[in-house]
C-alpha cells in the first residue's frame, strides 16, 4: 500500500500538443489537485493518479 499520492492529468491544447500536470502529494484521507491550465480552450485528456512507495 502506497503511504501518498498524487493526481496526474494529461493535458491537450487545441494544437493536439499534450503535457503532463501533477498535483502535490497528499495521505490516503486527502485529496491531490491539478489544473490544465486557465485557457477555455485547453482541456483534459486523461487523468490518473501516481503512488509513492
Do not use: E, H
Amino acid at each position: 500500500m502506497a503511504d501518498k499520492f498524487r493526481g496526474r492529468l494529461t493535458c491537450v491544447d487545441p494544437r493536439g500538443s499534450t503535457w503532463v500536470v501533477y498535483g502535490s502529494w497528499k495521505g490516503n484521507t486527502q485529496t491531490s489537485t491539478a489544473k490544465c491550465s486557465d485557457n477555455p480552450n485547453v482541456g483534459i485528456l486523461k487523468t490518473g493518479v501516481s503512488f509513492s512507495a
